[in-house]
């Protein structure tokens, strides 16, 4: 052993036998008492963890306090990684049993065994992707069958049927999962392929310093080149006429050479506010699927995976509480599973309803406010605008009533999660058109008008907090 190895695992000792003194025993012995030194070097130290969940927690909580308590010991800065150690089950037919995740710097696990798996981590690196973003680790559900089946064809056959594909749905409804399993797959598949998966705000950020250095053609190079783009919320560009422009032609030159286009939204191409009619044209060329929330059978499915991802382990009862209470998203869902799992870990305690009610308080005060109902929302319009409910489904249209009634629409529409059709049943049986076109003009008048930005502001705010008491 050489002296610098010595040198650095007389450092892991002391450092550890600190970390004994600074906690108390339960704490110690729940997230420390395990770890071990895996790798040294003069200025790094790897230290190996027995599972996903403890790199994630002590990577939230402690890594800050854990790098500068080797750094007052040796004195000198020190980067601490840590190394996740996992068994694989033997039917997975995986040579190796070790699960190697550099942490803070790459919070996903890869495991380093197979040639699938060698693929994987190679994919996560070059194209700066999540590596737990796979098919495999993706939960199917009747509200993402279809979303999930059009990306597996994608994925296995590039451009050759749904091009481009659009998917669209609220925040935490598994898009980028998505988006991310196809490169994924289209990687392992051919690792010859070139794959591009970003943000339309970093697509945007890139054409402007682009611009700025004068370097367009190489920009233009990078992303006409490529056989398979994949851009995340693609909504990002309402409004910016000269980035609309350049993905425009982009977007033309790909689709000419057969390449596949995959974007993500969180709302269908007509509903994105100042887009080019052009763009909206051929983003509907292909298919648009609506990713809707999970059922409650999906969200128990999901919860269930994630604890077995993550070693977790709850009762059946507070899975079912969590799956009833946290509806509208599946990040909040498996947040609110691992925030209960590190009480239960600290505390030692059993863990029951009323607890998990206590500990969750901010994330259901935020799902009630996804709860708004229609009706609630005309009444609060029809109260501040001093009309009848029934104006709100009447084919009346003088302006004094119908631009409340566009107001309700698009209240209904950004504070629900209502369908445009559903909404427009509720307003004297409209069709969508006519909610989709209320709410362009009311976003053009909050634009315009601050008395009407300062109303909707103040009646949205009213709901969202009545919801929630």
Known sequence: MTSAVANTLSLWQKVKADLKTMFPSDIYDT???????????????????????????????????????????????????????????????????????????NRSVGR????????????????????????????????????????????????????????????????????QAV???????????TISYLSCEKFTNEFILAIQEK?????????????????????????????????????????????????????PPHEISKLSDRLISRFQWGLMIDVQPPDFETRVAILNSKAKALNIKLPADIINFLANSVTKNVRRLEGALIRLNGYTALSKRAI????????????????????????RIQKKVCEHHHLGLAD??????????????????????????????????????????????ACKIVEDMMEQQDTVKRTVGYLSKQLSSSSSN
């Open 392 to 437: 709100m489904k009447s084919r009346r249209r003088p302006r004094d009533i119908a631009f409340p009634r566009q107001i309700a629409m698009y209240l209904c529409r950004t504070l629900t999660g209502f369908s445009l059709q559903e909404i427009g049943d509720s307003f004297g049986g409209r069709d969508h058109g006519t909610v989709i076109h």
């Open 112 to 179: 380093k065994v197979g040639k699938g798996v060698e693929l994987r981590e190679e994919a996560s690196k070059k194209l700066k992707i999540n590596a737990d973003y796979t098919f495999r680790n993706f939960v199917v559900g009747s509200d993402n069958q279809m979303a999930h089946a059009a990306c597996m064809a994608i994925a296995n056959s590039p451009a050759s049927s749904y091009n481009p594909l659009f998917l669209y749905g609220d925040s935490g409804l598994g898009k980028t999962h998505l988006m």
């Open 215 to 267: 370097s367009l053609v190489k920009f233009r190079k990078k992303y006409r080149n490529t056989d398979i783009l994949l851009i995340d919320d693609i909504h990002f560009l309402a409004g910016k006429e000269g980035t609309q422009e350049e993905f425009f032609h982009t977007f033309n030159e790909l689709h000419n050479e057969g390449k596949q286009i995959f974007l993500s939204s969180d709302r």
């Open 183 to 193: 490169a994924h797959s289209a990687y392992e598949r051919d690792p010859s392929l």
């Open 31 to 105: 997230w420390f008492h395990s770890l071990d030194r895996s790798e040294e070097t003069n200025d790094s130290v790897i230290i190996e963890v027995p599972n996903d969940f403890t790199a994630f927690w002590i990577e939230d909580n402690y890594y800050d306090l854990l790098q500068k308590q080797f750094e007052a010991v040796a004195g000198k800065s020190i980067m601490v990684e840590l190394s996740v150690v996992d068994t694989i089950d033997e039917n997975e037919n995986l040579a190796d049993n070790r699960v190697a995740s550099t942490l803070p710097k």
């Open 352 to 375: 029951d309803v009323s607890v998990a009610e206590r500990l969750l308080e901010d994330i259901l005060q935020e799902e009630s406010r996804n709860k708004i109902s229609i009706e």
